[in-house]
């Protein structure tokens, strides 16, 4: 079970699922997502907020999502553990979350596992799920409407 040397458990995980699981609540992940975020928390080098009930925040569905809680395409790679999304602060100061996505898609060499990247305006989306038909090395790029590009 891969742990991540970046982030708590209990900032990956929504409230419940961390009351219910525990620490346990590793194993609901894709061990390449957790080593993603780390490689891109590394990648940047500056603080990187994925969830933050635990700290008094209101975000919790941003890295695991239970069956049932709501949020997004009930078979989207949230759900399977195997997505986050994020943002990243450097000297307190939010980074463009678009600029933030496409600097990951550019350095995708550094990051292999990557499979989706969401640019939109408010957060960076990456998962480690492979489409149908989507290549080896390839990023499924998309957007609020949807399939943008491959990358
Ligand atoms: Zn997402």
């Not at 194993?27 to 907020?49: P, Q, T």
């Amino acid at each position: 079970m891969y742990k991540c040397k970046h982030f708590k458990i209990e900032e990956l995980v929504p409230e419940k699922t961390y009351k219910t699981h525990g620490d346990d609540s590793w194993n609901l992940f894709d061990e390449r997502i957790l080593k993603v975020i780390d490689k891109i928390r590394d990648y940047f080098g500056c603080s990187m907020v994925i969830n933050n009930w635990a700290s008094e925040g209101n975000m919790q569905f941003r890295g695991y999502r239970y069956p049932g809680c709501g949020v997004g395409t009930p078979t989207g790679a949230h759900y399977k553990g195997m997505a986050a999304d994020f943002n990243l602060y450097k000297q307190g100061k939010l980074l463009d979350s678009e600029f933030v996505s496409k600097e990951t898609i550019k350095n995708k060499a550094k990051f292999p596992e990557v499979k989706g990247v969401e640019v939109v305006n408010g957060w960076s989306h990456v998962d480690v799920m492979l489409r149908a038909g989507q290549k080896p090395g390839t990023i499924c790029v998309f957007g609020t409407k949807g399939f943008l590009y491959w990358a």
